[in-house]
Nanobody, 127 residues
Framework: QVQLVESGGGLVQAGGSLRLSCAASGRTFSTYAMGWFRQAPGKEREFVAAISWSRGSTYYANSVKGRFTISRDTAKNTVWLQMNSLKPEDTALYCC????????????????????WGQGTQVTVSS
């Protein structure tokens, strides 16, 4: 069983920064990629960013490109999301996710690519 635990959320003013962390644990944790999604109240969950585990290739939603940076430490089974120039519309519950049997990055922006999900960390950006 894999567990994903997020941290680093909080309240920040518009224009500020936050760094989210997601730590993966499990006896035999191994993954092809990890991703971040977010869900605002009353809205569907949406893709934010993802990273391939071995190559470190990164993928971003257009809405965060240039402001957010995803990175990972394979030795620590941890992925980070550095969020800069935050906007009120970035307010959401941010969750990390990992697939179990992916062998390609095809579909990495979709929810069905992932099998394990964390509980999430709340990010609130005030105007």
């Amino acid at each position: 069983q894999v567990q994903l635990v997020e941290s680093g959320g909080g309240l920040v003013q518009a224009g500020g920064s936050l760094r989210l962390s997601c730590a993966a644990s499990g006896r035999t944790f191994s993954t092809y990629a990890m991703g971040w999604f977010r869900q605002a109240p009353g809205k569907e969950r949406e893709f934010v960013a993802a990273i391939s585990w071995s190559r470190g290739s990164t993928y971003y939603a257009n809405s965060v490109k240039g402001r957010f940076t995803i990175s990972r430490d394979t030795a620590k089974n941890t992925v980070w999301l550095q969020m800069n120039s935050l906007k009120p519309e970035d307010t959401a519950l941010y969750c990390c996710a990992a697939p179990t049997s992916a062998t390609t990055t095809w579909g990495i922006e979709t929810e069905r690519y992932y099998d394990y999900w964390g509980q999430g960390t709340q990010v609130t950006v005030s105007s």
